[in-house]
C-alpha cells in the first residue's frame, strides 16, 4: 500500500505503470485491478473556473489517507492499494487524484474504490479554493458522485 501527497504534477499512468513494475512478483495474485483518474474540470456550480488551489494539512491529511486505505484493505481484502493525491496550484486538465485498488475479484476492487474517492471527496482534510473570472471561492461541498 502506498500514499503519497505531492504539490508536484504527476502522470497517473506513468505512476501506475512504475508501482505496478515494483510489485511485479505480485502480479500474478491480482485477479482484478480498478483505477481511477480525476482531473480539475473548467466548470463547478454553474461557473468557469481557470485554476484550483488545494490545500492540506500535512500530518492530519496523510494519517488520514493511511487510515482509509487500511480501512479498505481490511474490509475488502484487498492485496494492494495506491493513492497519489495533488496539493498547490493546479491548472485545467492536470491530475488531482490517482487511485488504484488490486484484488483477487473485481467486486472487492470496484467497492472499494468507490469507498475510497468518497472518503477523499467528502471528509479527507483538504481546502479547496477555485479561481473565477471575478475572483476566487472557497469549495464548501464537493459534487456528489
Same mark, same amino acid.
Given at each position: 500500500?502506498?500514499? $503519497? ?21 505480485? +502480479?500474478?495474485?491480482?485477479? *482484478? ?66 487511485? *488504484? !485498488?488490486? +484484488?483477487?475479484?473485481?467486486?472487492? +476492487?470496484?467497492?472499494? +474504490? ?9 471528509? *479527507?482534510?483538504?481546502?479547496?479554493? $477555485? !479561481?473565477? *473570472?471575478?475572483? $476566487? ?5 464537493? !459534487?456528489?458522485?
Amino acid at each position: 500500500m502506498k500514499i $503519497e501527497i505531492t504539490d508536484e504534477p504527476f502522470n497517473p499512468w506513468q505512476l501506475l505503470q512504475q508501482y505496478e513494475q515494483e510489485r511485479d512478483e505480485q +502480479s500474478s495474485t491480482f485477479g *482484478a485491478t480498478n483505477v481511477f483518474v480525476g482531473t480539475m474540470r473548467d466548470f463547478n456550480e454553474g461557473d468557469p473556473v481557470t485554476a484550483m488551489t488545494l490545500e492540506h494539512y500535512p500530518g492530519m491529511t496523510d494519517k488520514y489517507l493511511q487510515r482509509i486505505a487500511q480501512e479498505a484493505m481490511v474490509r475488502w481484502d484487498l492485496l494492494d492499494a495506491l493513492v497519489v493525491h495533488r496539493v498547490g496550484a493546479i491548472r485545467l486538465d492536470e491530475t488531482i487524484v490517482l487511485l *488504484a !485498488t488490486w +484484488s483477487a475479484h473485481r467486486g472487492a +476492487s470496484f467497492e472499494a +474504490s468507490r469507498y475510497l474517492i468518497e472518503e477523499l471527496k467528502h471528509r *479527507a482534510p483538504f481546502w479547496k479554493k $477555485e !479561481t473565477l *473570472a471575478g475572483g $476566487e471561492r472557497w469549495v464548501e461541498n464537493n !459534487t456528489k458522485g
